[in-house]
């Protein structure tokens, strides 16, 4: 994890085939540091990205208004709330949680008439106001950290401050905060099942629409490792591509390889290859990974057999915890599962406020 007072700036090279981040001191917000990462590969998201993310659900969920909040508690109203895990899960997300907290207030404060506070009768005599909350009254003490199991009712935050930041955030941040660490938590749970092998456990692109560095950040939480961000960053030659090349001589794959190689040079390729035939045809033309797809063990095994090392294989389609394990124990380098993104339960985790 990134800790200090940087943001990374985003800037792609395709030479080194992830992400660089060049740094610049930059005060931080609030309590969570300013970008945050888990592996040293992995997404690393900046505060920025964070608080952006965090306002478009505020707006989305706040709208014209907090109705219930503004019209049942007082501005002046403070209170304290815990995070509390209610089942044993991985920490992912608590730096959206924090941001939802701190950007309540100046949310509701820009927003229109329903925001304006009726005042009291010892302001009407006194023709006075008094102060608003600012955000910066919102204080919070962290006491899990992202990537952390923590068992059932360990308190992950506590947050203190207006009574209506707390409440009109309390959605958004537990939304975030269930979501991703559900995620980590599956991912953790596979990551286990294969601990006793070399096999590594991957994501892949069948992520929520706009939230995928966020879901690939939550899988490295969970011990997973992040495949490619996106279809710029790395070269996947699929059986759709293939199939548009049927009748390239050698064969469909050597051409495509030698295309790609061509076109893309720094860029690792990787090949889907359906047959044992199509494992030699990705060996013989030397791509650097090739997915074994839907493959059983047995058929995994000897494909691992045939590449003898030369290049990384990966096994992919119709993983599960039940027969992860096995797959592992074929030798395989990695193994990618789109259920880590796509099938995570959201945890249990709620925001209990101090009576």
């Given amino acids: 994890m990134t800790f200090g007072f940087t943001r990374g700036v985003l800037n792609h090279s395709r030479r080194s085939g992830h992400y660089n981040f060049q740094r610049f001191l930059h005060r931080a917000f609030f309590l969570f540091p300013c970008s945050i990462r888990l592996h040293f590969n992995g997404v690393e998201l900046s505060a920025a990205e964070i608080r952006q993310a965090v306002k478009l659900a505020l707006a989305e969920d706040i709208g014209s208004g907090d109705a219930t909040t503004l019209a049942t508690v007082p501005e002046a109203v403070t209170a304290k709330a815990v995070l509390r895990a209610r089942e044993p899960l991985v920490v992912a997300g608590l730096a959206f949680a924090e941001a939802a907290f701190h950007e309540a207030l100046p949310f509701i404060d820009q927003r229109g008439e329903l925001y304006e506070p009726t005042k009291s009768s010892d302001e009407e005599k006194s023709g006075t106001r008094v102060t608003r909350p600012s955000d910066e009254e919102i204080i919070i003490e962290r006491l899990a950290r992202d990537g952390q199991p923590v068992k059932e009712q360990e308190i992950l935050l506590k947050v203190s401050g207006p009574a209506r930041a707390l409440l009109s955030a309390e959605r958004v941040a537990l939304n975030f905060v269930q979501r991703l660490s559900g995620i980590a938590t599956l991912t953790a749970q596979f990551v286990e099942a294969v601990k006793r092998t070399h096999a590594q456990i991957l994501d892949t692109r069948k992520t929520t629409p706009g939230w995928r560095r966020f879901e690939k950040y939550a899988v490295t939480c969970g011990g997973g490792h992040n495949h490619r961000l996106g279809l710029f ?87 599960n915890l039940a027969n992860v394990q096995a797959i592992a124990k074929t030798g395989v380098d990695f193994i990618s599962v789109g259920a880590l993104t796509h099938s995570a339960r959201a945890v249990d985790i709620g925001l209990d406020f101090e009576s």
């Fill in 233 to 319: 960053d790395m070269m996947l030659i699929k059986d759709n591509h293939l199939a548009a090349l049927r009748g390239e001589k050698p064969n469909a794959i050597a051409a495509a390889v030698e295309r790609a190689r061509k076109k893309y040079p720094d860029l690792k390729i990787e090949v889907e290859a359906d047959t044992l035939e199509q494992v030699e045809q990705a060996a013989d033309a030397w791509a650097d990974i090739i997915l074994l797809d839907n493959m059983n063990p047995i058929q995994l095994r000897l494909a691992v057999q045939k590449v003898k090392g030369r290049m990384k294989t990966e096994a992919s389609g119709g993983v």
